[in-house]
């Protein structure tokens, strides 16, 4: 049994030891159809994702419809937009969240939420929600952090823009309150995120700093930073996913489509088979090679009683003979038989 910190969802344990676990975040990118919110559920379940999450809110849970600047957005994907109609778009309603767990639990697979106040951690408790997910935004919100543990089930914390003081607080807040035990996910907080902000080698800092999982919620394009923080030892992956990047939607600019989340999936698990542990032996797939390293070999006929040379004697393929480190003792030795082009040289040769 493994000393690594790990977790369990839904009978999944999960932790750096274990197989990553990969979380397809399905967002605002419905784009207010039910039907379509379906329909993604099981596009993400044919991925072969571990789990998909939505988010709980809406826009009056979240926010406020306040004429004021700071309710507005500047720059970015959302520029322009106020919170309030942001938030009012990307919601999904309280009303669908039955018809979506009992999509997800027939397709056989497992689905939970990131819970924006009571209400929603009420809701999801009810629904059977097997873990919650804090959304960076949220990270400081240490009551809710603590109304969401006491319902006695991991969560997992987005890291983005929390400072590592801010980070042990949630964690250990989370911990105080119930949670039987808390996945950090190293974030940065931007939508897209650039790659050379993506900053994965924190992964693995995280785990010399707490003792919990470590993971990576994913806004680059692509999928080459959630393969990146496998090999740095990440076991948890969350990414946005998208029918159709073409189709628009909140998140959809920085969404993998159906085809690229399943490589994704296929190559952080394969990133985290390639590990495997650090050792020097030779592996039994390596055995029926070993034959073909190099080796002395005869490379011209040579009388008995001549002197080898290396005229008459190389280092080649296959590895029958001596080792090519014995070369400096094989010459200037005499042949005690006569000795045949293409024959792999032994000391019993050697006069």
């Not at 919110?37 to 406020?64: P, V």
């Not at 290396?310 to 003792?329: C, Q, T, Y």
Request: glycine share 8%; hydrophobic share 45%; charged share 25%.
């Amino acid at each position: 049994m493994s000393d690594l910190p790990h977790i369990e969802i839904a009978g999944r344990r999960i932790g750096a030891d274990h197989e990553p676990y990969v979380i397809c975040e399905l967002s605002g990118n419905h784009n207010g159809s039910l039907d379509r919110a379906l329909t993604m559920i099981d596009a993400a379940a044919d991925t072969g994702c571990d789990a998909i999450k939505i988010q709980t809110y809406t826009a009056d849970t979240i926010t406020m419809d306040v004429d004021r600047p700071e309710f507005k957005i500047h720059g970015g994907l959302w520029d322009g937009r106020s919170l309030y109609e942001l938030y009012q778009e990307a919601q999904t309603p309280y009303a669908w969240h039955a018809a979506l767990f009992e999509r997800a639990a027939r397709r056989g697979v497992t689905l939970f939420s990131s819970p924006f106040d009571e209400s929603a951690v009420d809701l999801l408790d009810g629904l059977g929600a097997p873990a919650f997910k804090i959304a960076s935004f949220e990270a400081v919100d240490l009551p809710l952090i603590a109304y969401a543990a006491a319902k006695g089930k991991p969560l997992i914390i987005s890291t983005g823009m929390a400072n590592l003081a801010e980070m042990a607080a949630a964690r250990d807040t989370a911990l105080a309150a119930g949670a039987p035990g808390v996945v950090m996910l190293h974030c940065v907080s931007s939508y897209p995120a650039a790659l050379e902000d993506a900053n994965v080698r924190t992964v693995a800092d995280m785990a010399t700093r707490f003792d919990s999982p470590i993971g990576l919620s994913d806004h680059t394009h692509g999928t080459a930073a959630s393969v990146a923080a496998i090999a740095l030892g990440a076991c948890m992956i969350e990414k946005h996913f998208t029918l159709a990047r073409a189709d628009g939607g909140p998140d959809a600019a920085f969404s993998l489509e159906p085809a690229e989340f399943t490589a994704l999936v296929r190559d952080c698990k394969d990133a985290w088979k390639s590990l495997g542990r650090a050792h020097y032996d030779l592996l039994g797939s390596e055995k029926a090679n070993r034959q073909f390293r190099r080796s002395l070999y005869v490379s011209a006929d040579v009388k008995a009683g001549e002197i080898l040379t290396r005229e008459n004697v190389r280092s080649i393929r296959p590895g029958n003979g001596l080792p090519p480190a014995d070369m400096a003792k094989v010459l200037g030795k005499r042949a005690s038989r006569d000795l045949a082009r293409g024959e792999p040289l032994a000391w019993d040769m050697l006069g």
